[in-house]
């Protein structure tokens, strides 16, 4: 077959040529970019090549991509994602590629929608401070960015390395940056395996910052670390334990609560309370990591229960398959879901 150009790249300065059903080039018009796209010996389509089981080389700024038709169609897809972001002033990490390949196969199971819904489905979500623009990768991320817009209480639950917390202190961030809430009020529950607070060295601000830490973390990646210490000593961004959130109100605010799974029932029923005029709440956990003594009903467990039909409360659900860690987390978070489940159902048959 002749060389057909096609016209199906919706990156801007893309050229597409066929030479047939499985097998195409790509020519990108800068060649910087290009390079970026890439990567360093040509690392990003390796990583293409191991994920979707396709042959890609590059030559210059151009790229031949061959194998299974849908596979092809699937790398063509997470490189178009991958050089708009750069064309954007973004930049490309293996972690990057490794989110396009996910939303590029994903986007494969929205062949059916209409036309405008697919679209959307197609595009990432992306969370954009002054110091890093941040785009899902996974769809389940997706819905949990657009969630955040929308809604005005949101839950983010599922296993550890999902990115729930990272994306909710951005968001919170961004939400500041804008001037759309006056603060940001990080908390979490002081409940660990092992330890209590009145046994750590130090005062009260040193007995909480280790369980506060992860948010912390999160928060020095969105902001400038000055800017941070500046708005924490202000009263801008307010770090502190779940106990200190009793009796407040907090209006103009974005809310995280992080760790959620450790709440009681009570301790759950307050927090969602104290939300006020113009403000946002976000709560994350796991509900494989409860670290309450046996018995005690998990606050996370029955509100995702409890407020699943209410009006204004999102619920995205990440699973094994959504972790952006190293894909070892992935398997290890597999690994333990499969031996619950068996423990799970020799119990109700007795054995």
Do not use: C, W
């Not at 800068?30 to 390079?35: E, P, T």
């Not at 986007?107 to 890093?132: V, Y």
């Not at 946002?280 to 494989?288: A, N, Y």
């Amino acid at each position: 077959m002749n060389a057909t150009e096609v016209v199906s790249s919706p990156s801007r300065n893309v050229r597409t040529t066929a030479t047939d059903a499985n097998h195409f080039i790509l020519t990108f018009e800068n060649n910087r970019l290009a390079s970026e796209l890439f990567g360093q010996f040509d690392q990003h389509l390796k990583l293409l090549e191991q994920r979707l089981q396709i042959e890609a080389r590059a030559r210059g700024n151009s790229v031949s991509i061959s194998g299974d038709l849908l596979a092809t169609n699937q790398a063509r897809r997470a490189l178009d994602f991958l050089y708009a972001r750069l064309q954007s002033g973004g930049s490309v990490e293996l972690s990057d590629v490794e989110g396009a390949i996910r939303m590029a196969v994903a986007a494969d199971d929205q062949l059916s929608l209409p036309t405008l819904e697919r679209k959307a489905k197609l595009s990432m979500a992306q969370i954009s401070t002054r110091k890093k623009t941040i785009a899902a990768r996974t769809p389940t991320q997706d819905a949990y960015m657009r969630a955040l817009e929308r809604s005005e209480m949101v839950f983010g639950v599922g296993p550890a390395g999902t990115g729930k917390t990272y994306l909710a202190v951005a968001h919170a961030a961004q939400l500041l940056e804008r001037g759309l809430v006056d603060r940001i009020v990080l908390t979490r529950p002081a409940v660990e395996a092992g330890e209590r607070l009145g046994f750590l060295p130090g005062d009260l601000k040193e007995k909480v910052d280790p369980y506060l830490r992860p948010l912390y973390d999160a928060l020095y990646d969105m902001i400038p670390g000055d800017k941070v210490e500046r708005a924490i000593t202000a009263g801008v961004i307010e770090i502190a334990p779940l106990a200190f959130m009793r009796g407040r109100t907090l209006a103009n605010a974005a809310i995280i609560l992080d760790e959620a799974q450790n709440t009681t029932s009570m301790q759950m029923k307050m927090f969602l309370t104290r939300l006020g005029e113009n403000g946002r709440m976000i709560i994350t956990g796991d509900p494989s990591q409860i670290d309450l003594p046996r018995g005690v009903t998990s606050g996370l467990v029955e509100a995702l229960q409890i407020l699943k039909e209410v009006e204004g409360v999102s619920i995205v659900r990440f699973k094994d398959t959504d972790v952006v860690r190293h894909p070892l987390v992935g398997r290890i978070v597999r690994a333990y879901d499969a031996k619950y489940i068996v423990a799970e159902e020799s119990e109700q048959t007795g054995r």
